[in-house]
């Protein structure tokens, strides 16, 4: 069994889609912590009601960024975790944990990468007119939202939308992918060349073409 560990900053609604994954056998793996940088986050309260460990690393009791981070890595690196998972974790990951966690540490993101990275991402692709957003799961790496993209998926845009109905509609997409991209990373089938991710097929799968991701 892989160990998993997530860092989420609010509601979590992706962490318990996680949880629940993990559950009912779709994710292969041990949630070993949820570590937060918000004591208040309801992602708090579903890893207690699930039996996780918390681990809080509060921002506001640091005084500096680089202090913030150096006790971050300290309780990432005692997690031990094959995989770091940001759900709805609201800042940015420095270049040291990043560097050390590569490979191992993914995100997902509201929108269809490369368009719309960085905050309010829903905001953003109803003031460009798109047609079409979606969502994105991917390695991180050292730029904002820029990693090898693992799975997305997209959602139409209608007319009327505003910010929290699309963002709803993309929310649904996330709780799919999410827990997709992490059981094929728990599975070994994830390869990452240049910025390049290729699906492996499943054990005793001999075709490597026409497959349906995820
Ligand atoms: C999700 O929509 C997630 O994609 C987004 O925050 C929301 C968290 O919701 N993350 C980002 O925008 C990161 N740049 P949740 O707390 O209910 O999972």
Redesign the pocket.
Known sequence: MKRIAVL??????????VIDAIADGRIPAVCCGLVTDNPSA??VTRAEKAGIPVFIVDFTTFPSKDAYEQALLRVLNDLSADLYI?????RIVGPNIVHRLKGKMI????ALLPSF?????QRQALAYGVKVSG?TVHFVDEGM?SGPIIVQASVPVMEGDDEESL?GR??AE?HRCLPAAICLFCEGRLEIRDRRVSVLPEPGDRSRTGRKIP
């Open positions: 989420a900053s609010g509601r979590g609604s992706n962490f318990q889609a309801y992602a940001l759900a709805g974790y609201m995100n997902i993101h509201p990275p960085g905050l309010h991402a969502c939202d963002a993309i929310l996330e």
